[in-house]
Antibody, heavy 116, light 108 residues
Framework: QVQLVQSGAEMKKPGASVKVSCKAS????????ISWVRQAPGQGLEWLGW????????NYVQKFQGRVTMTTDTSTNTAYMELRGLRSDDTAVYYC?????????WGQGTLVTVSS | EMVLTQSPATLSVSPGETVTLSCRAS??????LAWYQHKPGQAPRLLIY???TRATGIPARFSGSGSGTEFTLTISSLQSEDCAIYYC??????????FGPGTKVELK
């Protein structure tokens, strides 16, 4: 069955970077894109962007341009999302998810806490 | 910017009732809209996509309808396990995909 297993919770200081991993199994990794979505405490879902593991093409929400980098490693079927220049309002649960139109399967989420 | 509005914000219902959740888009999204169920501490789950297609394994009591700017998710004969937050999501306006603010369904 499809599984997306994400890395564990992270605690970072303002200005630092975080890199979240997402290991996929149960399907052909290069056959579907990987989206990244976050949910801040008490807030709704926010789409950050998408990467194609097939050719590495990315699309980022303008709000995160310059701060986010999404990559994949097809040798290990793992996707990565790095967010730089962390601020307190980046505190959120970050999800990787398969697909984009629509997103059809989600990882369990990674809590990233930004605090001094 | 594409904005999705969901109503009501919260719905208090009794088991066995039929509930109707609404999602309105600020501009047409054609049929490129999905519905997700999200329970605390769990990953969101795809329920409906392409306006009315149920995802794999989703019970028939969940149904979707609508196109353009007005969409509805209906849960027939609500069960206690259906208590969750329901989000609509448009994937028409690439690459600015957006989610609605959610409707919380809770038991009376």
């Amino acid at each position: 069955q499809v599984q997306l297993v994400q890395s564990g919770a992270e605690m970072k200081k303002p200005g630092a970077s975080v890199k979240v991993s997402c290991k996929a199994s149960g399907y052909t990794f290069v056959g579907d894109g990987i989206s990244w979505v976050r949910q801040a405490p008490g807030q709704g879902l926010e789409w950050l962007g998408w990467i194609s593991p097939y050719n590495g093409i990315t699309n980022y929400v303008q709000k995160f341009q310059g701060r986010v980098t999404m990559t994949t490693d097809t040798s290990t079927n793992t996707a990565y999302m790095e967010l730089r220049g962390l601020r307190s309002d980046d505190t959120a649960v970050y999800y990787c998810a398969r697909g984009v139109r629509p997103i059809d399967f989600w990882g369990q989420g990674t809590l990233v806490t930004v605090s001094s | 910017e594409m904005v999705l509005t969901q109503s009501p914000a919260t719905l208090s219902v009794s088991p066995g009732e039929t509930v109707t959740l609404s999602c309105r888009a600020s501009q047409s999204v054609s049929t490129n809209l999905a519905w997700y169920q999200h329970k605390p501490g769990q990953a969101p789950r795809l329920l409906i996509y392409g306006e009315s297609t149920r995802a794999t394994g989703i019970p028939a009591r969940f149904s979707g309808s609508g196109s353009g700017t007005e969409f509805t998710l209906t849960i027939s004969s609500l069960q206690s396990e259906d208590c969750a937050i329901y989000y609509c999501h448009q994937y028409n306006n690439w690459p600015s995909l957006t989610f609605g603010p959610g409707t919380k369904v809770e038991l009376k």
